[in-house]
């Protein structure tokens, strides 16, 4: 453990906190494109934050202290998350303190503080989005958690940056058991990121909305990191995908060179998912909120057939 | 024999003897809610606090020691023996109670029913007894204090027995518990294999043939599991423990549940000698479904205490599901996942122990505080009652599965051994086994959503009835119980590492071997180190503190800090009230919604005329109809059968008694 390490490290995550509204713009920038409408500018979700960040908060009056401590908590949980999964470089001192497992348990720590500030304020609303969010997140984080098993089965270990480094050194083959959970992933990421068809991140009608619902109350600073959390947690979800199924080009060394390929690489990865993720929210139909666990559930048995292909063949 | 006072036997003997004399001295002056309330608890709770210690110095020591006393009927002797994994069950006992006693110290301030002194005394008669429980070396000590345990917490399950409904409940509790205490009595009749001898040392030197060996297991496993509340056994228990006083409630869940535990892992692991594998699929498939099924049934749930007694039933099946677990590895020979399995099965319930107290004694508070059980009549007492509702938050979080805290700690050890699963060299098991992980994970998700529930419509909100508006915070004393029991979840979760080297001692006594060592640092938990997974609560912990107070620095440095207060935004139509929140049946709507087939639902709807609408819903369980109920019925026939036998005429009970001499004689001789 050195200071390069570190410094790999603070890298990471600041490479996180600076690209993820960049990511989400992306994908809106792609989905405009898609559906024939004129593309707002990549950087708009950045103007968005910056405006909301000079605003003043305006708190309903029934808030309590949860309100406004969950904001904090559920940014601080999305970016010590962004520590936690190898983005650019495998050999990170922090990741150690928590493996794939407990990264979920982050995610879903931030889910429980959101819901709860949801419901604090005791509008119909924020109680209709909490016990939504909660719907989709007890579904969704068994899905993910199955798909971290069959990944952790080949690989012998639940720590990620090992994942990512095993996996990245062998050839690339089409693994019968990853391409399950691939697909259960996905489904898990549009789902846990309120995208289509799940949830809609482009409505305000508040009767079929699920993320919005629970961000309603919240204003300016409060919701900028809120938002903000939200971008980091489409990151995170995209780079546990491209750390666990296409990991190559992950720098395993500290080499300079080796490093600047692995950014240009993530980048790639990245621009590509993006565009795929808008493809997907254009080419499908948002779900009534009582499919959604149908949705789930297939994700869940996707992934569970993963696990039975992978302890059936062995691959 | 040895009687040397600073042996840590004796002293917990001691121990629990002093208990009993707290209890009795709660007769000397029964009504005075002063001297028991004030003066008795406290010592009780001191008395506990000297058992966790006891029981701890007893670990970090291990000896085996043994005690013999020469007291109960003649060549009877009660043989006593502390070992390891009495010891870690002693503390598992010792360290709650002292929270859970320093909060009824300020509970009970009315009476419940009972007099305050005896309840003193059947709430301390009922910690002895488990103490006993815990330390007993052969049968008749064992089941002696285990009726000691069912029959007093009866008492003090039906301690407001003028409600027909506790009655029942009590009734229905102390019927499970005697058929369960019948089904290990037989198990130690088989266990003893032909000696009568019924110490434990004579059952381990036993040679069982293998189809009894299964017999008794299955005994022992219908037994605790009924002590447990292991579905299908479990119908007594969300009746039993809310209808208790608070603290006796987070006694039954959080501690006296452990007890079972603890008699499954003396029976299986030590009495039976090297469990064989199959036999681990029976406890570890009943508690996959009794996990899923309890946490099922506690998402619709309305009554909070009724909410809380199915997620012990989820808790106990998580607990049994690691047992079989455990027995599979080590049947077959795989020791080191068996440990490490094993260590997190006490773990967890060590965890159980102290967070569902802490959510039993949160309820506790809110029920003085409001008068109100039911959630639908509850919301928005963060603002009244702060010290309750941050304390309670943490057992919320905690049980929920969710790190850094204590109840992740362990679940996450438990998915880790589930990772060994398909290195059992049995084929077809060692592909159904991770599906295990599976289920586990998903009724912790589901935990969860039932905890965020359980939080948010008692604490957050508006209050939905006006009367909330008067609700105090917990007293003083009841905000010493509540914290003790958050900082034990909180140290729990944060030093893995010293919890699990402490329980390696049980695992080495079992002749599970201890898990690998590893050079990790003390605050990093690797516990198996070729897997490489690893896990630091505390680093965790900082990490996101530290980045939270950066943020809310930088945010308020950068920017500014200027907040105003509106109405909550009503979409432009107006007259929002706390009758528009979810209600708590409102919140589990999607749970009944999804898991329909296992409800046994009768719903209620209002007409479009009607003039006084009225909405209920009534949620069954479905293997209460399918198996109780007709059980129920045939045992009355039954007995009304024999009820033919009872002719109430003194010549006839004389005629039965005369038949049964002649019947005995001519079979004497």
């Not at chain 1, 960040?53 to 949860?66: G, M, T």
Request: aromatic share 10%; net charge positive; charged share 10%.
């Amino acid at each position: 453990m050195n200071a390069l390490d570190w410094i790999v490290q603070l890298m990471g995550i600041a490479l996180a906190l600076a690209a993820a509204p960049a990511l989400v713009g992306w994908v809106n920038q792609c989905r405009a494109w898609l559906q024939n409408k004129s593309a707002p500018g990549i950087l708009l979700p950045y103007r968005g934050i910056r405006k909301l960040f000079s605003k003043d908060a305006v708190i309903a009056e029934n808030a309590s202290q949860l309100f406004r401590l969950a904001p904090y908590v559920v940014f601080g949980t999305m970016l010590t998350a962004a520590a936690v999964i190898p983005s650019i470089a495998t050999q990170l001192p922090f990741t150690r303190a928590a493996d794939a497992i407990a990264l979920i348990g982050l995610l879903a720590t931030a889910r429980v503080f959101a819901s709860l500030a949801a419901m604090d304020v005791g509008t119909a609303f924020g109680t209709l989005g909490a016990r939504r969010e909660m719907m989709i997140g007890f579904l969704a984080e068994p899905a993910l958690l199955v798909v971290i098993f069959v990944v952790s089965l080949t690989c012998a270990t639940t720590a990620l940056p090992i994942i990512a480094e095993r996996l990245s050194a062998q050839a690339f083959s089409l693994n019968p058991s990853l391409a399950f959970t691939a697909v259960a992933f996905t489904m898990v990421l549009l789902a846990e990121n309120a995208r289509i068809p799940v949830d809609n991140p482009a409505t305000h009608l508040e009767l079929t909305m699920i993320h919005e619902a629970l961000l309603l109350e919240y204003s300016a600073r409060h919701l900028a990191l809120m938002e903000w959390a939200a971008a980091l947690k489409l990151f995170n979800y995209a780079c546990i995908g491209i750390a666990v199924f296409i990991p190559w080009g992950i720098a395993t060394s500290h080499a300079p060179s080796g490093l600047a390929a692995s950014v240009v690489w993530l980048a790639a990865k990245l621009i590509a998912a993006g565009a795929g993720l808008a493809l997907i929210e254009t080419l499908s139909a948002k779900l009534r909120v009582f499919r959604a666990p149908e949705f789930l559930a297939t994700a869940f048995l996707f992934a569970v057939l993963g696990l039975l292909v992978r302890l059936l063949l062995g691959a | 024999v040895n009687y040397s006072f600073n042996s840590p036997l004796t002293l917990c003997l001691l121990l629990l003897a002093a208990w009993c004399m707290v209890g009795l001295a709660g007769l000397a002056r029964p009504l005075s809610i002063a001297f028991v309330g004030r003066t008795l608890f406290p010592v009780g709770a001191v008395i506990g606090a000297a058992l966790a210690l006891v029981a701890a110095a007893s670990l970090a020591h291990p000896s085996s020691e043994r005690l013999i006393l020469p007291i109960g009927l003649p060549d009877l002797p009660v043989h006593l023996r502390l070992d390891s994994l009495s010891s870690v069950f002693l503390i598992l006992l010792g360290a709650p109670s002292v929270g859970i006693s320093i909060f009824a110290a300020g509970y009970f301030r009315r009476g419940e029913g009972t007099a305050p002194g005896l309840l003193c005394l059947q709430y301390h008669v009922f910690l002895a007894s488990m103490g006993f429980v815990l330390l007993a070396d052969d049968a008749y000590a064992f089941m002696l204090a285990w009726e000691t345990m069912a029959l007093s917490s009866y008492f003090l399950v039906t301690a407001q027995h003028r409600i027909p409904e506790i009655r029942q409940a009590g009734f229905l509790y102390l019927l499970m518990a005697h058929l369960g205490a019948i089904a290990i009595l037989l198990s130690f009749g088989i266990l003893q294999g032909g000696t009568w001898h019924f110490t434990f040392d004579a059952m381990r030197a036993a040679h069982l043939a293998p189809d009894w060996a299964a017999v008794a297991f299955c005994l022992a496993l219908i037994g605790f599991g009924a002590k447990a509340g292991l579905v299908p056994l479990h119908v007594w228990l969300p009746d039993a423990h809310p209808a208790a006083p608070s603290p006796v409630s987070a006694l039954m869940s959080g501690v006296m549940l452990k007890t079972a535990l603890y008699g499954m892992i003396r029976v299986s692991f030590d009495l039976l000698g090297e469990p064989v594998w199959w036999w681990g699929l029976l406890p570890l498939s009943l508690g996959l479904f009794s996990a899923l099924y309890g946490v099922v049934f506690a998402a619709p749930q309305t009554d909070m205490k009724r909410l809380l007694a199915y997620s012990s039933v989820e808790n106990v099946g998580i607990l049994f599901t690691g047992l079989g677990l455990a027995m599979v590895f080590a049947g077959v020979g795989m020791h080191a996942p068996a440990a490490l399995t094993l260590i997190a099965v006490i773990y967890h319930a060590v965890n159980h122990a102290f967070m569902k107290s802490l959510l039993f004694l949160g309820t506790g508070a809110v029920l003085h505080a409001t008068g109100e059980r039911n959630l639908g009549h509850l919301g928005g007492l963060i603002h009244r009652m702060p010290w309750v509702a941050w304390l309670t938050l943490i057992g919320a979080l905690a049980i929920a599965g969710l790190p850094p805290l204590n109840g992740f700690v362990s679940e996450w050890l438990l998915l880790q051994s589930f990772l060994f699963a398909h290195e059992v060299p049995r084929p077809f098991i060692n592909m159904l086994l991770p599906l295990g992980a599976a289920l586990l994970a998903l009724a912790a998700a589901l935990a969860g959503y039932v905890m965020v529930k359980f939080f948010g419509v008692i604490f957050l909100g508006q209050p939905r009835e006006r009367a909330l508006q008067d609700a105090r915070d917990a007293g003083l004393v009841e905000r010493l119980g509540l914290a003790w029991l958050a900082l034990g979840c909180v140290l729990l979760g944060f030093f893995p590492t010293t919890i699990i080297s402490a329980l390696s001692a049980v695992t080495q006594q079992l002749r599970l071997g201890r898990l690998p060592s590893s050079d990790a640092p003390w605050w990093l938990l690797v516990p198996i180190p070729e897997r490489q997974s690893s896990y630091a609560p505390l680093v965790f912990f900082a990490a996101i503190a530290v980045v939270v107070v950066l943020v809310f620095v930088s945010v308020r440095l950068v920017y500014h800090q200027r907040v105003r207060r509106a109405a909550a935004w009503d979409c432009g139509f107006g007259g929002l009230n706390s009758r528009m929140q979810d209600t708590a049946e409102g919140f589990g709507q999607p749970i009944r919604h999804l898991f329909q087939p296992l409800f046994a639902i009768v719903r209620e709807l209002p007409g479009p005329f009607d003039t006084s609408p009225r909405y209920r819903l009534e949620i069954g369980d479905r293997l209460w109809i399918a198996l109780y109920l007709p059980l129920g019925t045939l045992v009355r026939r039954v007995a009304d059968k024999v009820a033919w036998l009872q002719q109430g005429r003194i010549a006839t009970y004389l005629l039965y008694s005369f038949v049964t001499l002649v019947v005995l004689l001519a079979l004497m001789l």
